[in-house]
């Protein structure tokens, strides 16, 4: 299994990785944690941070639509109600929960099966339009 990508950073819950390396994943490095991606999919994102403490552990993409049923698979995410689940989802499974590691190993056995639940690509990047200048020239301070 070679190198997924050349950082200092450890990367939280590898265990993970390991997992889905049959999916050659991708790693990139966002917001002090990992997401992987399979092809253009997001699908986990590995958190380990002080900064976040409640945070801490692994979150699967997923959509609007697919979010509850696919809370229903784990017993940490079972019974939470998200007071506003949002256009891009994430479902979290907190690094303190007893199961931890099983219900991770769960979620790579799902991507691992094509599960469509888990998994979505980013979302486009809407390009702004160009705001245009009075004068023509831009205001430097």
């Not at 784990?74 to 891009?88: L, N």
Request: proline letters at 7%; charged letters at 30%; a positive charge.
């Amino acid at each position: 299994m070679g190198e997924h990508l050349n950082t200092k950073k450890k990367i939280p819950f590898d265990f993970a990785l390991e997992e889905l390396d049959a999916l050659s994943p991708t790693i990139k490095p966002m917001f002090g944690g990992f997401i992987v991606y399979i092809g253009e999919k997001m699908t986990l994102f590995l958190y380990d941070q002080e900064k976040l403490p409640g945070f801490k552990g692994v979150s699967l993409a997923t959509t609007t639509e697919l979010y509850r049923s696919l809370a229903q698979e784990f017993s940490s995410t079972r019974d939470t109600e998200p007071k506003k689940i949002g256009k891009h989802p994430w479902l979290h499974i907190p690094a303190g929960a007893v199961d931890f590691e099983e219900q991770v190993l769960k979620a790579c056995e799902l991507i691992l099966n094509g599960d469509p639940r888990i998994g979505r690509a980013p979302e486009e990047k809407k390009l702004k339009p160009a705001k245009k200048e009075k004068g023509g020239k831009k205001k430097t301070r």
